[in-house]
């Protein structure tokens, strides 16, 4: 069984309100795995450096973050992405 908490869960980053647009947090996302391709490729190649690993990791911890805030923006608004319910019930 399920326990009901007195208190509402609330969105508690600070981030201004056009990122936590479902869009806008996917080109984030798409930025951040860019940039940790970039890293982490310089980090299997070569020899390791402390700053290509945690920026590599860390880059893709962040578009897990963004990725994460788009399925949530998504999830939100009922029809905001296209259905595909018409091609089921052909």
């Known amino acids: ?36 391709i970039g890293h982490l490729t310089v980090l299997f190649k070569g020899p390791p450096h402390w700053t290509d690993f945690w920026k590599g990791f860390g880059a893709l911890a962040g578009a897990y973050v963004f990725a994460a805030l788009a ?12 259905s595909l319910e018409p091609l089921q019930e052909r």
């Open 1 to 36: 069984m399920k326990a009901e908490s007195p208190v509402a869960p609330r969105f508690a980053l600070p981030l201004p309100g056009w990122v936590l647009s479902p869009y806008t947090a996917i080109v984030i996302a798409a930025v951040h795995v860019y940039l940790s």
């Open 71 to 82: 399925t949530r923006g998504f999830g939100r608004r009922e029809r905001a992405l296209p």
